[in-house]
Structure formats: C-alpha cells, structure tokens
C-alpha cells in the first residue's frame, strides 16, 4: 500500500493579539478534515497523526497544534478558554474549509462544537473522540477544594521553582504511570519509546505554562455537566461521540451523559483517553461506518 501523501506547513495565525506560528501535518486526498488533538500535558499534533494516516485514502486531513501546546517551542499567550476560541476563529479564517469531518478529542470536543456553531457550514460532521469537559484535578479534588487550584498553577508558573516542580511531574516515570492510568487501555502499548516521544514534548521552551492551566483546570470550556449538555443544543451538524470502553470512570460518565441526552449519536470504541493515538484503525473504521 503507497504511503499517504503527507507535507507540513506553519500557518502564520495571529491569536490574542500575539503572532502565533501554527505548525500543521497534511496528509492524505480527498474530503477536507481538521482533526484536533486533546489538551492535556502530552498534547501535540503528533497524536492525530496515525488517525490521519487511517482516514488518508478518502480525507485531506489538516493536523494543527494548539497554541502554548506541541513537540516545539511555544510562544507563551494566556492560557484560557477565550484563547482556544479565538485561535480556531485565526484557524479557519486561515484555513477555511469546508470542511466534510471536523474531528476533536478531549477538551478539543467541545471547543470545536463551539466553533462550528460560530462558523455555520465550516463542517458537514463533526466528531468526538473521548471528549471531556473537565481537568485533571477539578476532576480529581472536585469542587470543594478549587481554592488550591490557582494557587497550584501560580506556583507552576513561578520563574525558578515553578520550572523545577514542572520537571519533577512530568518526568518520564510519571508520564508512564500516568498514560497506563488512564491515556491507554493497553499498558504493554506504553513503551519506552512512546513514553521518550511523550517526555520530549513536555520539554519544550514556556512547556509548563498550558500544562499547568489544563492540569488546574484553566482550560475548561465549560463549568458543569449542565453546560457541557448545553453546548450540543440545536444548530450544529450531525455530531458523533466515540466512547471508549476504557475511559476513567468519572470521565467515561459524562461521556455517557452526553449521549443518553439524544443530541448526538454514541459509538463505542476500544481504547481509554487517547484511543484515536492507540486504536487508530479502530476510530477511523468507526467513523466511516456511522
């Protein structure tokens, strides 16, 4: 089988009022899509690549990185939602479309919805891979103990020991614990090579600073269940939510919630947070079938 056609290019975006270099993958012919990856720690273009590759025969797929996120160096902007809604504004201004799949995981899921309801006939689909609303430790402490939050991220964001306690939880052995935990279903698929690939996008210059907004949840798109549900109101194009049959239980819930509500259609998948990195095959086959 002939290897996709693949080429990167940088997109010459300008995002709160800062210019905002965007690298891309191209890869494949056909039907245009914009597929997004997660924001979390690890997040880099790179994950949406094997997707890509699997949808490559029918679709165009353009790969961004988010800004303050990838496996290079990041221009430092502030690291809040208003920013990720602006940035995919930049986007498709740059890169219009239309496009026939809009495709997001994670937090990405519902900063896209958001966008094609701002952007009416930019996307003929859109769909969802593991989407959450929620971060790491507002999901973890719950709402109760979201005074330490900020503080958390201060902290993070502190010249010399910010820098220092970065590197002590994104060290190598903390990112393997952390993707056998809940990133991939299958421990034997973290290898030390993925877990090498993993730790160098953690390295990369201003790293730490949308690692401790994710992380703190800084870039929640939304607040509670409530309003997640609320996102998916009326006037978007057909919208499609993989599930995984490994996601984290808390995680996995508002998945499901999202599904039982009727405003989108539910497939369920294998993997946990990161299937479409782990089981690319697998999502693509379930996005042709829907």
């Not at 080429?7 to 995002?15: C, I, Q, W």
């Not at 494949?28 to 994950?47: D, H, K, T």
């Not at 165009?60 to 800004?67: Q, R, S, Y």
Request: contains cysteine; aromatic residues 6%; charged residues 20%.
């Amino acid at each position: 089988m002939a290897e996709p056609r693949a080429a990167s290019r940088t997109l010459d975006l300008t995002v709160a009022r800062r210019r905002v270099p965007t690298p891309c993958e191209v890869i494949g012919e056909g039907e245009q899509a914009l597929l997004l990856p997660a924001l979390s720690s690890i997040s880099a273009r790179e994950e949406m690549v094997p997707l890509a590759r699997a949808l490559s025969d029918t679709h165009g797929c353009l790969v961004p990185d988010w800004p303050g996120f990838g496996a290079h160096d990041r221009v430092r902007v502030p690291m809040e939602p208003a920013t990720c809604h602006a940035f995919l504004d930049a986007l498709l201004a740059a890169a219009p479309g239309p496009y026939a799949l809009g495709i997001a995981a994670g937090h990405a899921a519902v900063y896209l919805v958001a966008a094609a309801r701002r952007h009416p006939g930019a996307f003929a689909r859109l769909v969802l891979v593991a989407p959450t609303w929620r971060g790491p430790l507002p999901t973890a402490m719950g709402p109760e103990r979201a005074h330490w939050f900020g503080r958390i991220r201060r902290a993070v964001e502190m010249p010399v020991l910010g820098e220092a306690l970065y590197r002590l939880n994104i060290s190598p052995p903390v990112i393997g614990r952390m993707m056998r935990a809940h990133v991939y279903a299958k421990p034997s698929h973290v290898t030390p090579a993925v877990v090498r690939a993993k730790h160098a996008v953690t390295r990369q210059r201003n790293g730490r600073f949308g690692t401790a907004a994710f992380v703190t949840g800084g870039l929640d798109p939304v607040l509670s269940r409530g309003d997640f549900l609320d996102a998916f109101r009326t006037g978007l194009p057909p919208v499609q939510v993989l599930r995984p049959d490994g996601a984290p239980r808390r995680s996995g819930a508002e998945m499901d919630a999202l599904i039982a509500s009727g405003r989108v259609s539910g497939t369920t998948i294998p993997g946990a947070l990161s299937p479409h990195e782990e089981y690319p095959a697998e999502v693509a086959r379930a996005i042709r079938a829907a």
